[in-house]
């Protein structure tokens, strides 16, 4: 089939993501559909749901898989286990239901030059205890064809993007009774989306992870203001668009932050780290 001028130019202006194309400016808002706030269960607790950071859900080999960060279950007496962990969906009833992992899968290594992979958490789903079709919430992640940053010159790669529930963007309202007892409390999380840059490593980066920063065009914005704070970043996924000889776009994964600090600096577990890990464990 022959393609008019016009159809290749809203082509090459699109964005290949899997089988679809998507206007290149609602790219990132059509990836936060593959995003989520980790949910903790709090037993005993008039707060039943907290939140800790970001994770990012995707499928491999037909199998459910949510990525996100040891850390962020914290340490020491604050330390949660990752079984309390929860991504909320809607059932087929439309209503919101808390879904837990069935495999955890955290990594430990003797060699000390790995050492850094141990951030590492990864938790795999049951999608026959959902009661629904969980493919459409679930990146499908083609570890041969997905675009690694690393395989493309700068000139070469449009936008660098990451979708994050930061703390400040969540609310807490509890909820009382006509004689003041709390029932409980109702959370909302708002996604927010950064655009990124890359940048040079330095001392601050830990092993193992590519360094990027806030985009220049979004510094004032973010960084320079003084409400900005990374905090809930862990765990977020970053995406990226990236043209080929031809001038097509197309949808390439950077990897998962680790760590980001108030001076717009992320740390970032790159995709060839994660297709590593997934080969090795699954």
Not at 88 to 103: F, K, P
Not at 149 to 169: C, K, Q
Not at 187 to 202: A, F, H, N
């Given at each position: 089939?022959?393609?008019?001028?016009?159809?290749?130019?809203?082509?090459?202006?699109?964005?290949?993501?899997?089988?679809?194309?998507?206007?290149?400016?609602?790219?990132?808002?059509?990836?936060?559909?593959?995003?989520?706030?980790?949910?903790?269960?709090?037993?005993?607790?008039?707060?039943?749901?907290?939140?800790?950071?970001?994770?990012?859900?995707?499928?491999?080999?037909?199998?459910?898989f949510v990525i996100c960060t040891s850390h962020q279950f914290g340490s020491g007496a604050e330390a949660r286990s990752p079984e309390d962990m929860l991504i909320a969906i809607?059932?087929?009833?439309?209503?919101?239901?808390?879904?837990?992992?069935?495999?955890?899968?955290?990594?430990?290594?003797?060699?000390?030059?790995?050492?850094?992979?141990?951030?590492?958490?990864?938790?795999?789903?049951d999608p026959s205890k959902s009661g629904r079709d969980l493919a459409p919430l679930f990146f499908n992640f083609d570890l041969k064809n997905i675009g690694r940053l690393s395989s493309f010159r700068p000139e070469d790669v449009d936008a660098i993007f990451t979708i994050g529930f930061m703390s400040?963007?969540?609310?807490?309202?509890?909820?009382?009774?006509?004689?003041?007892?709390?029932?409980?409390?109702?959370?909302?999380?708002?996604?927010?989306?950064?655009?990124?840059?890359?940048?040079?490593?330095?001392?601050?980066?830990?092993?193992?992870?590519?360094?990027?920063?806030?985009?220049?065009?979004?510094?004032?914005?973010?960084?320079?203001?003084?409400?900005?704070?990374?905090?809930?970043?862990?765990?977020?996924?970053?995406?990226?668009?990236?043209?080929?000889?031809?001038?097509?776009?197309?949808?390439?994964?950077?990897?998962?932050?680790?760590?980001?600090?108030?001076?717009?600096?992320?740390?970032?577990?790159?995709?060839?780290?994660?297709?590593?890990?997934?080969?090795?464990?699954?």
């Amino acid at each position: 089939m022959l393609l008019s001028s016009f159809e290749v130019a809203r082509l090459k202006t699109s964005v290949q993501m899997g089988s679809l194309f998507i206007p290149m400016n609602r790219c990132p808002n059509n990836f936060s559909r593959f995003c989520r706030p980790v949910l903790l269960y709090n037993r005993n607790s008039e707060c039943d749901i907290s939140i800790r950071g970001s994770s990012f859900l995707f499928r491999y080999n037909s199998r459910y898989f949510v990525i996100c960060t040891s850390h962020q279950f914290g340490s020491g007496a604050e330390a949660r286990s990752p079984e309390d962990m929860l991504i909320a969906i809607r059932n087929e009833n439309n209503d919101i239901i808390g879904l837990t992992g069935s495999v955890i899968t955290r990594i430990q290594t003797e060699d000390c030059t790995h050492r850094n992979a141990e951030d590492f958490l990864l938790m795999e789903f049951d999608p026959s205890k959902s009661g629904r079709d969980l493919a459409p919430l679930f990146f499908n992640f083609d570890l041969k064809n997905i675009g690694r940053l690393s395989s493309f010159r700068p000139e070469d790669v449009d936008a660098i993007f990451t979708i994050g529930f930061m703390s400040n963007s969540t609310e807490y309202d509890p909820v009382f009774d006509e004689d003041y007892n709390q029932l409980g409390t109702t959370i909302v999380s708002r996604w927010s989306k950064l655009y990124l840059q890359q940048t040079e490593p330095g001392p601050w980066l830990p092993n193992l992870r590519i360094a990027l920063e806030i985009h220049d065009n979004q510094r004032d914005a973010t960084v320079k203001s003084s409400d900005y704070d990374p905090d809930g970043l862990s765990g977020a996924p970053v995406g990226f668009i990236y043209k080929d000889q031809s001038e097509q776009r197309h949808f390439g994964f950077a990897g998962i932050i680790t760590h980001a600090d108030k001076f717009g600096r992320f740390a970032v577990y790159p995709t060839e780290l994660i297709i590593q890990i997934m080969l090795k464990y699954n």
